[in-house]
């Protein structure tokens, strides 16, 4: 494939609203809901943290990237999806007699901060939204890699989960994550990635919080480290555990 290049980089987490905030590793206990500016309050009712903070995201990596967030080919990435409002409505089918609210059901589909973003900012460019367990932050990336392989130009991918609810906080209890990266095909000015394969194994440098972990975008940190830090060479784009999927980070 054809390297593609990072302009931009889109993170959000409770207790740090944005890259320069992570960076600077004090969080903010203010920090506990994604601005998401991109979509008004009126079509923002009902949508969940989870589809704002990849909303949050996006705008982050296309502003910093000098992408048009109109007409962007967007990438969402979940493991979890939208599982908060899905447990709510199973509470509801149990709890209420079976009554479903219609503004819960259609934002409990996977696609559903796709469809938001996508009408909040009336782009009608490419998307699609991928589930890859805990290897959705590879995943993503590949889908997007192909696709400016393919046909050029620019994309942005938001990788994210929200922390569980009850009861599924007692199978994994992991913290809620974002991040975005906006990319262009091709050897533009910037961190750039090369040489996708899989390797037995591979050197990590990114710090992870213990309570990140299980989230699918904590594997998209070691990536977001490197080019944040500028630091060139084989970067893993997978969870620390099984085969390995790295490439080749070289600064522009």
């Given at each position: 494939?054809?390297?593609?290049?990072?302009?931009?980089?889109?993170?959000?987490?409770?207790?740090?609203?944005?890259v320069a905030s992570w960076r600077e590793g004090r969080?903010?206990?203010?920090?506990?809901?994604?601005?998401?500016?991109?979509?008004?309050?009126?079509?923002?009712?009902?949508?969940?943290?989870?589809?704002?903070?990849?909303?949050?995201?996006?705008?982050?990596?296309?502003?910093?990237?000098?992408?048009?967030?109109?007409?962007?080919?967007?990438?969402?990435?979940?493991?979890?999806?939208?599982?908060?409002?899905?447990?709510?409505?199973?509470?509801?089918?149990?709890?209420?007699?079976?009554?479903?609210?219609?503004?819960?059901?259609?934002?409990?589909?996977?696609?559903?901060?796709?469809g938001l973003l996508s009408i909040g900012t009336e782009?009608?460019?490419?998307?699609?939204?991928?589930?890859?367990?805990?290897?959705?932050?590879?995943?993503?990336?590949?889908?997007?890699?192909?696709?400016?392989?393919?046909?050029?130009?620019?994309?942005?991918?938001?990788?994210?989960?929200?922390?569980?609810?009850?009861?599924?906080?007692?199978?994994?209890?992991?913290?809620?994550?974002?991040?975005?990266?906006?990319?262009?095909?091709?050897?533009?000015?910037?961190?750039?990635?090369?040489?996708?394969?899989?390797?037995?194994?591979?050197?990590?440098?990114?710090?992870?919080?213990?309570?990140?972990?299980?989230?699918?975008?904590?594997?998209?940190?070691?990536?977001?480290?490197?080019?944040?830090?500028?630091?060139?060479?084989?970067?893993?784009?997978?969870?620390?555990?099984?085969?390995?999927?790295?490439?080749?980070?070289?600064?522009?």
């Amino acid at each position: 494939m054809r390297p593609i290049t990072i302009t931009g980089l889109g993170l959000w987490s409770p207790g740090f609203a944005d890259v320069a905030s992570w960076r600077e590793g004090r969080p903010d206990p203010g920090v506990v809901k994604p601005t998401c500016r991109l979509v008004d309050a009126r079509l923002k009712r009902g949508s969940s943290r989870f589809a704002n903070s990849l909303g949050e995201v996006v705008e982050q990596a296309c502003v910093a990237g000098g992408l048009d967030v109109t007409s962007v080919p967007t990438f969402y990435g979940s493991s979890l999806g939208e599982i908060v409002t899905m447990v709510s409505l199973l509470r509801m089918l149990c709890d209420e007699e079976g009554k479903l609210s219609p503004n819960r059901f259609k934002n409990s589909v996977h696609n559903a901060a796709s469809g938001l973003l996508s009408i909040g900012t009336e782009n009608r460019s490419f998307s699609t939204a991928i589930a890859g367990g805990v290897r959705t932050f590879e995943t993503t990336l590949i889908e997007a890699w192909v696709y400016l392989s393919d046909l050029g130009g620019v994309a942005v991918m938001a990788v994210g989960d929200d922390e569980p609810p009850e009861p599924l906080d007692t199978l994994d209890d992991h913290g809620g994550l974002a991040l975005g990266f906006a990319l262009v095909a091709g050897e533009a000015e910037g961190p750039r990635l090369h040489d996708l394969r899989a390797v037995p194994e591979v050197t990590r440098h990114a710090r992870v919080p213990a309570d990140l972990r299980g989230n699918c975008a904590s594997a998209g940190l070691e990536l977001f480290d490197a080019v944040l830090s500028r630091r060139a060479g084989t970067v893993a784009l997978s969870p620390p555990s099984g085969a390995q999927l790295v490439a080749d980070l070289r600064m522009g």
